[in-house]
């Protein structure tokens, strides 16, 4: 049984920061890769960061490169995700999913256990 909880979603100003965490219950989080989901009202679900938990290597959408990071912490089981420069077209709903497939499948939309998200709202 793996159960995800999100933290850290808030209303911020474009151009902020802002830190959202992922904690991991359950065990053997160090097998699974993990993956940042966001999606806004009347989007799709799109995957913006992926990380290994093989070597920490990541993968991000095109849309946040060079201003989101992940990062994982497996002795806290936590998954951060770092997101600067914020923009008002980042506002969506934000959840972290684990999945032992490829970070590649994660970065597809894969996730085989989810958390039920938080909001973040960036206002121009």
């Known amino acids: 049984q793996v159960q995800l909880v999100e933290s850290g979603g808030g209303l911020v100003q474009a151009g902020d920061s802002l830190r959202l965490s992922c904690a991991f219950f359950g065990r053997t989080f160090g097998s699974y890769n993990m993956g940042w989901f966001r999606q806004a009202p009347g989007k799709e679900r799109e995957c913006v960061a992926a990380?290994?938990?093989?070597?920490?290597?990541?993968d991000y959408a095109d849309s946040v490169k060079g201003r989101f990071t992940i990062s994982r912490d497996n002795a806290k089981n936590m998954v951060y995700l770092q997101m600067n420069s914020l923009k008002p077209e980042d506002t969506a709903k934000y959840s972290c999913?684990?999945?032992?497939?490829?970070?590649?499948?994660?970065?597809?939309?894969?996730?085989?256990?989810w958390g039920q998200g938080t909001q973040v709202t960036v206002s121009s």
């Open positions: 999913a684990a999945s032992i497939g490829t970070i590649a499948s994660v970065m597809r939309g894969r996730g085989d256990y």
């Open positions: 990380i290994s938990w093989r070597d920490d290597s990541t």
